[in-house]
């Protein structure tokens, strides 16, 4: 099965460092792998998406890189605040067909930035 | 108002008991899509439908059943519930028209099976 993970369950920053979250795959890369963010007693939200061919992908304070040799992607949150506190969740996905949108997702990392 | 609305958005009910969890979207979506989110498990996929009348089974489909008769919405049922069927449930959609997809959630309904 295709497996992914996220190694961290839980990480701890302090407000203004950068965040690092961790997202590990098995077997065959994905055609892309997406970020989520969820706060408690919510649904995800979607917020970057990389795909295989691309190396890293940035959007205002976020960053994600994807290595097909370490079969690994990264998330960083730059200059991180108290409210991006949340789990984060990674997601692998195939491409086209009936794979569209059937995403496998890690189990999550709790981000708690401190004041 | 425009989204992704589930209900009911809390409930509880009995071993043996059929539950219908609903679910509805309002961008004419294709893709209809149901998790379940439990500690130790993440998210999994259960059933997804491709477009009305087109569904197909996930990682964990046993004990569900799904329909989509409209576009809009798409119907999660426990014909018979069991305990292992406590969870947070999660209805997404997607509607990208290029070979990946972003979805979008519900804000989940919790089932608690006594």
């Known amino acids: 099965s295709q497996k992914i993970e996220q190694n961290s369950e839980a990480l701890n920053i302090q407000e203004g460092k950068t965040a690092t979250l961790t997202c590990n795959y098995t077997?065959?890369?994905?055609?892309?792998l997406q970020w989520y963010r969820q706060d408690p007693g919510r649904g995800p939200v979607f917020l970057l998406l990389?795909?295989?061919?691309?190396k890293e992908k940035r959007k205002e304070r976020l960053k994600v890189t994807f290595d097909t040799t370490l079969k690994q992607s990264l998330f960083h949150i730059t200059a991180s605040q108290p409210a991006d506190s949340a789990t984060y969740l990674c997601?692998?996905?195939?491409?086209?067909?009936?794979?569209?949108?059937?995403?496998?997702f890690g189990q999550g990392t709790i981000l708690t930035v401190h004041p | 108002d425009a989204g992704i609305t589930q209900s009911p958005r809390y409930k509880i009910t009995e071993t043996g008991r059929q539950v219908t969890l609903m679910c509805h979207q309002t961008w004419s979506h294709s893709y209809m899509f149901w998790y379940r989110q439990d500690l130790g498990h993440g998210l999994r996929l259960i059933y997804y439908s491709a477009a009305a009348d087109i569904t197909d089974k996930g990682e964990v489909p046993d004990g569900y059943v799904v329909s989509r008769s409209k576009t809009e919405n798409f119907p999660l049922t426990l014909e018979s519930a069991t305990r292992s069927q406590t969870s947070v449930y999660f209805c997404a959609s997607s509607g990208t028209s290029g070979n990946t997809g972003e979805l979008f959630f519900g804000e989940g309904s919790r089932l608690t099976v006594l």
């Open positions: 990389i795909r295989e061919n691309e």
């Open positions: 997601a692998r996905g195939s491409a086209g067909g009936t794979s569209y949108g059937k995403l496998t």
């Open positions: 077997n065959y890369s994905p055609a892309y």
